[in-house]
């Protein structure tokens, strides 16, 4: 897996993301001038490049243009939100354009499916005898196939990216189902969680955390 190149003029912003996609899994070098980007992608290979809109010296459409040779896909990363720029970098070829700011899910999300669609950047997870790859969407126990709905699998992921830690009910509900959508049956993610214990043979390693949450135990070395 080659590293993800996040360009952006705001230093802070920059380690920000470098740090979701680091806990996230991912190698990442993070840059604040185009200048500076162009430079390593003339020297270096990278899975996908994430580039801000507005820079100074270059801005992001016409570091695009230098880009787009490399056959490396790239995500616009901007508060430039109006219509026609988005459609403007989605038809010189961007492969995604997300609108600052965002939430760090969202990033996540995004960055996966266009890793995924171009083949690249494949990331494996294993917990116990549980395997995911997230290239192929695939889930394994024990080398045999695990059928989960989208939702199982995205529950899934939250779950092992953060191991050991105590997820709110109400944070797991935002980043799987989203803030906007309403649910019917407010028991939806304890079923849910039910489901993976059951499919994945985790019963005793999903832990209910009383009126909180839930969490994913580590393994014991």
């Not at 993070?30 to 899975?47: G, P, R």
């Not at 005898?129 to 995205?154: F, I």
């Not at 993610?189 to 039910?194: K, N």
């Amino acid at each position: 897996m080659k590293p993800i190149l996040i360009v952006d003029d705001e230093e802070a912003i920059a380690r920000l993301i470098a740090r979701t996609l680091t806990n996230a899994g991912y190698s990442c070098r993070a840059v604040t001038s185009s200048t500076q980007a162009a430079d390593l992608l003339e020297h270096n290979s990278y899975d996908l490049v994430l580039l801000d809109v507005m820079m100074p010296e270059i801005d992001g459409f016409d570091l695009l243009q230098y880009i787009l040779p490399t056959g490396t896909p790239c995500i616009f990363l901007t508060a430039k939100g109006a219509l026609a720029d988005r459609v403007r970098g989605l038809h010189m070829g961007a492969d995604d354009y997300i609108v600052k700011p965002f939430e760090p899910a969202e990033l996540i999300a995004r960055v996966e499916a266009v890793l995924r669609r171009t083949g690249r950047g494949s990331l494996l997870f294993t917990a116990w005898d549980v395997a995911v790859d997230t290239a192929a969407c695939r889930v394994t126990r024990v080398g045999s196939p695990v059928q989960l709905t989208p939702k199982e699998y995205d529950l899934l992921l939250i779950l092992l990216r953060n191991r050991g830690s105590v997820l709110y009910r109400d944070y797991l509900y935002e980043t799987v189902w989203g803030e906007d959508e309403m649910l019917d049956n407010t028991r939806t993610l304890d079923t849910h969680i039910q489901r993976l214990r059951r499919k994945l043979g985790w019963e005793d390693r999903i832990t209910t955390i009383h009126r909180v949450g839930y969490r994913l135990e580590n393994e014991e070395p």
